[in-house]
């Protein structure tokens, strides 16, 4: 969202790992339901007059410009991202992201202070702000 959305925090952060990917610094992996993420986050933009659809629909057919490799999860893995979820209290979809940067042998770059807190000292966790 941070590249989508004016206003967010870490901006800046959060363009220099765009640039980073787009110069193949750094490859980018996210579980494949991101999209949903991502479109339901705008969606709620839309509702709170954050931004228009017609430009939240454009965003999201811009969004493989990003070169984020999506991925989908097995039934196997799935349960790996339960045993991480409630390892640290964490919703499924937040474990998802952490089992797949463990998976790649990656760290995980995050705005998600209650993740990042909960991730540290237990997987390769990186807060946006901290991204330099």
């Known amino acids: 969202m941070k590249w989508l959305l004016p ?3 870490y901006q800046e ?6 640039e980073d990917i ?3 610094k750094t490859e980018m992996f996210a579980p494949s339901f991101m999209t949903q993420e991502v479109a339901n986050a705008l969606w709620a933009a839309i509702k709170l007059g954050r931004i228009t659809q017609e430009d939240a629909q454009k965003a999201l057919s ?3 410009e990003l070169q984020i490799n999506l991925y989908d ?4 893995e799935a349960s790996g991202e339960l045993a991480i979820a409630c390892r640290l209290d964490l919703t499924i979809y937040d474990a998802a ?3 797949l940067s463990e998976k790649m042998n990656s760290q995980l770059i995050t705005a998600d202070d209650k993740m ?3 991730a540290k000292g237990h997987f ?3 807060h946006l702000k901290d991204y330099v």
């Open 62 to 64: 811009n969004s493989d």
């Open 13 to 18: 952060n959060a363009d220099r790992l765009k």
């Open 124 to 126: 390769k966790v990186l």
């Open 97 to 99: 992201y952490l089992f």
């Open 22 to 24: 787009k110069y193949s």
């Open 73 to 76: 999860f097995n039934w196997t």
């Open 7 to 9: 206003g967010e925090s």
């Open 116 to 118: 990042c807190k909960k």
